[in-house]
Each structure stands twice: as structure tokens, then as C-alpha cells.
């Protein structure tokens, strides 16, 4: 696998980052560590149980993606520190607090509904089936502020394929992990949990749709979405699931968490679109993370290449 270990860091290479972020891991191995320093061991010898995706955890041989935008990427800060995840708070600065002990491991990814191999698969299998891209998108959230971020994973389509969808699947339905005890957020009703999220068939399908599981060329740290999430970059943040364990293929549209808690202003589509207003406000223009002066909103929010997907539908009625 291309997820570089720590122990596989010859120690020169071990920044104080690498040392603060994997801290839990170096604090198990201490005490060997602190003998290592004695009998001269190197910290590659002592580190060696330790694990493998770890949040913060370098990912190696990254494929660059035709996909990448070339606009300046959002600081690092920013990105780990404001989010949407109400599983943990709806204050988007506590998330990053308070998923420091969630437990993105082990993990299970249930595959199932219409497709020819249900399955339960380990998190980790799924981040080799397929080489790890960094795609540079634009995310759009629905309130009106947006981020460029570098992402890491591969496209959804990998995992659709190798599930063997039968011909009734027309849609696929993502569930995030339901666990009050680890996500405070989901022991107050704020949305009917677990949340879940659907895309048509054709969308999830499409190249641009990312099976996501790191960033800035790191394992992804809890609070965006750790083991795995989606990135759907011509959509509203919010079609973007985090923490899923369930993959299922549907013939019906799926609801969605959003469209169940208010259906007149979330719909399923969620294309972000500058000329359909959010009822209680205008989605014509957006605020990027950092920057004073708003920007105008694209259709598609730029990604021209999925408006083929939408031919001959009123996105107006299709929201
Ligand atoms: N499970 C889950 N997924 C979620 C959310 C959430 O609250 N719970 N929020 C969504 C919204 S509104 C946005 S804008 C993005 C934010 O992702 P980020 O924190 O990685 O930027 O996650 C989306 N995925
Ligand atoms: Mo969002």
C-alpha cells in the first residue's frame, strides 16, 4: 500500500508535526523509545507496531489529477478547524475539538441493497483498491462560503464497479456511523440520524465524484470525514458525507437528511447553482474561507463537464 507508515520515515524524516499529530502513537511507544535512545535503536525499529492510517498520516505516491483546479488552495487551518459535522456540534469551530478521540478504526463499509457482491468490507481494503489522486476541488457549502482543498482518494465509480450494481440500481445511498457516544452532536435531534445522503447512479458514476479518505497529502483528520467520505464537487457541501459505513444501491430515490429535516429548502440534487436561491437567501455569490470580498458562484460551481447529466431537466424544480 502507498500509506507511508511512520515507522517507515527514516527518523530524519520525522518533523515535529509528524511527532505532535501522531503523538498517541508515539506516546505508546515511549518507554520502548526511551530504551531505543539508550541502546541506540532507531525510532524506525521501535515504531514498528504501530499503525497504519492514523489521522495525519503521510499517503505516498500521490497521482496528480487532470481534475485539480489551480486556484489557491485554502490554508490547512481553515480547512481542519471550520466544519460542518453535526454529528459532533452545529458550531462549526468545535468539531475539530471535539473528534479528536473518535475512532475511525477499526472500520467496516457495509456494501449492499441491489448489487450482485454484498459485502462488509475493511476500510483499509477500500483504500487499496484503487492508486490515491490528489484532486484539488472547489467545495461550495450551501450557507455561502467555499474552500479549495487538496483531496485525496479515488473516483467512487472503483468501488461502484467492483460492487457490480444490478440493472434496478439507479441509486446509491451513503449512512454515516451512528454513535452518540463517540458523536455528542447526534444525542440532540438537530437532524433525524444517522445522516444519509443519496446521488443517482449517473452521478456517483461520474469521474469527478471522489471516494475520499485524505487531505493535503495526509490521512484525513477526524473532523472532515475520517475513514471515508464523499467529495461531490459540483454540489452543495452538504452532499458531501462523512464517516460512512453503509453503501447502498437503491431503485428508488433516496431521501436524504437535509431534504427530511426541510424538504422546501434542501432538495435531492443540490447542484450548487447561482441562480436558484436558497429561500431564506442568494446563492448567486460566495465568501472563500479567508477572503473579505465575495466571489460570484458558478454553475456546477465550474464543473462544466456534469452538465450533460442534467440535459433536458429544470434544475429550478430539481433543486
Ligand atoms: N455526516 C455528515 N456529513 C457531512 C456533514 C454533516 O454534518 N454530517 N456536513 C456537510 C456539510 S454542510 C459540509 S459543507 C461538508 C463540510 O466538509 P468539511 O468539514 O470537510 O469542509 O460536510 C458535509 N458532510
Ligand atoms: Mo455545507
Not at 422546501?264 to 442568494?282: I, T
Request: hydrophobic share 35%; glycine share 6%.
Amino acid at each position: 500500500m502507498l500509506i507511508k507508515r511512520p515507522s517507515d520515515n527514516p527518523s530524519s524524516d520525522i518533523t515535529p508535526k509528524d511527532i505532535y499529530l501522531n503523538r498517541r502513537q508515539f506516546i505508546a511507544g515511549a518507554a520502548v523509545a526511551g530504551a531505543a535512545a539508550v541502546t541506540g535503536l532507531g525510532l524506525r525499529e521501535v515504531a514498528e507496531p504501530s499503525l497504519v492510517a492514523e489521522a495525519n498520516a503521510k499517503i505516498d505516491g500521490l497521482q496528480k489529477s487532470p481534475f485539480s483546479s489551480t486556484e489557491k488552495q485554502t490554508p490547512y487551518k481553515d480547512v481542519s478547524n471550520y466544519n460542518n459535522f453535526y454529528e459532533f456540534s452545529t458550531d462549526k469551530y468545535e468539531p475539530a475539538g471535539l473528534a479528536k478521540n473518535f475512532k475511525p478504526r477499526p472500520w467496516t463499509v457495509t456494501i449492499d441493497g441491489l448489487v450482485k457482491k454484498k459485502q462488509e468490507l475493511d476500510v483499509d481494503a477500500i483504500l487499496k483498491m484503487a492508486a490515491p489522486e490528489e484532486r484539488i476541488y472547489r467545495h461550495r457549502c450551501v450557507e455561502g462560503w467555499s474552500i479549495v482543498v487538496p483531496w485525496i482518494g479515488f473516483s467512487l465509480s472503483e468501488l461502484i464497479k467492483r460492487a457490480e450494481p444490478l440493472g434496478k440500481a439507479k441509486f446509491v445511498e451513503f449512512t454515516t456511523l451512528y454513535d452518540p457516544k463517540q458523536m455528542p452532536g447526534q444525542r440532540v435531534p438537530v437532524l433525524k440520524w444517522p445522516y444519509v445522503e443519496g446521488l443517482r447512479m449517473d452521478e456517483a458514476m461520474h469521474p469527478l465524484a471522489l471516494l475520499c479518505f485524505g487531505m493535503y497529502g495526509e490521512i484525513l483528520p477526524n473532523q472532515n470525514g475520517a475513514p471515508l467520505r464523499i467529495t461531490i464537487p459540483w454540489k452543495y457541501g452538504f452532499k458531501s458525507a462523512k464517516a460512512i459505513v453503509r453503501i447502498r444501491f437503491t431503485e428508488g430515490q433516496p431521501m436524504n437528511s437535509w431534504q427530511l429535516s426541510a424538504s422546501n429548502e434542501y432538495g435531492f440534487y443540490s447542484n450548487v447553482n447561482p441562480n436558484v436561491d436558497h429561500p431564506r437567501w442568494s446563492q448567486a455569490k460566495e465568501r472563500r474561507l479567508g477572503e473579505f470580498l465575495k466571489r460570484p458562484t458558478l454553475m456546477f460551481n465550474g464543473y462544466d463537464q456534469v452538465a450533460g447529466l442534467y440535459s433536458g431537466m429544470d434544475l429550478k424544480k430539481n433543486f
